[in-house]
């Protein structure tokens, strides 16, 4: 295993521990960014793997008033689409009043309008405190993806930003923050369960996905089998 994956792996017996820990860690480091900063900057990504994690983060005790809570990526499509990763996270916080999420997808209908808006609304969370990131079976990460032009041009932009990428399944529009955006977050998680997963990461310097333009920036990565 390439060594720089091995210093900031955490590695747990059981999916149920490690959603256990990294729902503790991340309330640890919003409750920091309170503490000094007054507000947190958090950024969520999709799919089904955090989504345990979301549950605990909805039931903490978290003063969610002072949390702003944005999208890595998102599915162009309505947010009642259940393909949209804001829908699905602002139901699992439906209890929670003061839980208030960016949305991606303004404008469902206008695709450039869209990446346009994002990018104004997404400024706030540039050097934010936790971004949680997932990584897919084919080495993309965010929405940032394999043999798609766009997704290249967002792992090599060198400003911060918000653009639209090719994904290889349906919905293939989707909306994305680029590696620079993403790597200017202060904590940059990375959560995976399974051992092919596993593999794939540690492969990734070697396959060159795009998993590989940001292994050595995380911060800490989360693993169960």
């Not at 990018?119 to 990460?141: P, S, T, W």
């Not at 940032?144 to 918000?162: I, K, R």
């Not at 790597?183 to 593999?199: P, Q």
């Amino acid at each position: 295993m390439d060594n720089k994956i091995m210093e900031r792996l955490i590695s747990f017996d059981s999916k149920e521990e490690a959603f256990d820990r990294l729902t503790q860690r991340i309330i640890a480091l919003i409750e920091k960014a309170q503490e000094t900063k007054g507000n947190a900057r958090v950024l969520l990504s999709g799919g089904g793997t955090p989504m345990p994690v979301y549950e605990k983060l909805s039931d903490s005790s978290l003063d969610f008033s002072k949390i702003a809570f944005g999208l890595v990526d998102d599915r162009f499509v309505p947010v009642q689409d259940p393909a949209s990763n804001e829908g699905v996270i602002r139901n699992i916080f439906r209890n929670q009043p003061d839980f208030t999420l960016e949305p991606m997808v303004e404008n469902p209908q206008d695709y450039a309008e869209s990446i346009s808006q994002c990018n104004q609304a997404y400024r706030k969370f540039i050097n934010g405190d936790v971004i949680l990131l997932g990584m897919g079976g084919d080495g993309h990460f965010a929405s940032l993806f394999p043999n798609d032009e766009p997704s290249v041009e967002g792992l090599h932009a060198t400003e911060y930003g918000c653009l639209g990428t090719n994904a290889p399944s349906h919905p293939t529009k989707r909306v994305s923050t680029n590696l620079a955006f993403i790597e200017s977050i202060e904590h940059r998680i990375l959560l995976i369960t399974g051992k092919d997963k596993l593999e794939k990461l540690k492969a990734s310097p070697a396959e060159k996905t795009p998993i590989s333009y940001i292994v050595d920036n995380l911060t800490e990565i989360y693993y169960a089998p």
